[in-house]
T-cell receptor, first 110, second 113 residues
Framework: NAGVTQTPKFQVLKTGQSMTLQCAQD?????MYWYRQDPGMGLRLIYY???????DKGEVPNGYNVSRLNKREFSLRLESAAPSQTSVYFC?????????FGPGTRLLVL | AQSVTQPDIHITVSEGASLELRCNYS??????LFWYVQSPGQGLQLLLK??????LVQGIKGFEAEFKRSQSSFNLRKPSVHWSDAAEYFC???????????FGQGTRLTINP
């Protein structure tokens, strides 16, 4: 049982480049989330998806787009990366009581 | 708006000593409260959660937390820490169904041998 998986683990981008972070869960959860983690700021919600086919903005959505491809997969896209998007990105999924987190993607934008 | 404050950015304790990590929250309704732990380079692992009922909740790895509504607090405790407890600890608050959690800034725990 893999839980929540994320790819890639680490990525370096140049300013203006685009990329998609992938997330998949095998727990049959309806809800999925994308967070970013920056030093001293905890985790901040970027986007979430309460169910397949729906997505909603979180606290810090600017510069990001998401796709809930199916019940298992929830991707995060940076269309034009900026240095301010250097961060560690976590995907999570939840049942009715608990969020379960992936191992994270460390992104460096130069 | 909901918010979580963890007043201590960094705490150092000696191995075998007791531990208390503070968490204060602001939430308009009955809160769902969580403590997560993050080891270096890892994702977050749930330690314990409180939804309702007994205000003292037990978690994994010997941790417990007490919900005090009058103080808007949900402090994490452990009677005797081990070197393997060195990590960052996050308190979080949310509403029904663990949706849209708001996290505190985190407390980094260092253990002295």
């Amino acid at each position: 049982n893999a839980g929540v998986t994320q790819t890639p683990k680490f990525q370096v981008l140049k300013t203006g480049q685009s990329m998609t972070l992938q997330c998949a869960q095998d727990m049959n959860h309806n809800s999925m989330y994308w967070y970013r983690q920056d030093p001293g700021m905890g985790l901040r919600l970027i986007y979430y998806s309460a169910s397949e086919g729906t997505t909603d903005k979180g606290e810090v959505p600017n510069g990001y787009n998401v796709s809930r491809l199916n019940k298992r997969e929830f991707s995060l896209r940076l269309e034009s990366a900026a240095p301010s998007q250097t961060s560690v990105y976590f995907c999570a999924s939840s049942d009715t009581e608990t969020q379960y987190f992936g191992p994270g993607t460390r992104l460096l934008v130069l | 708006a909901q918010s979580v404050t963890q007043p201590d950015i960094h705490i150092t304790v000696s191995e075998g000593a007791s531990l208390e990590l503070r968490c204060n929250y602001s939430y308009g309704a009955t809160p769902y409260l969580f403590w997560y732990v993050q080891s270096p380079g890892q994702g977050l692992q749930l330690l314990l959660k409180y939804f309702s009922g007994d205000t003292l909740v037990q978690g994994i790895k010997g941790f417990e937390a007490e919900f005090k509504r009058s103080q808007s607090s949900f402090n994490l405790r452990k009677p005797s820490v081990h070197w393997s407890d060195a990590a960052e600890y996050f308190c979080a608050v949310g509403g029904t169904g663990a949706q849209k959690l708001v996290f505190g800034q985190g407390t980094r725990l260092t253990i002295n041998p």
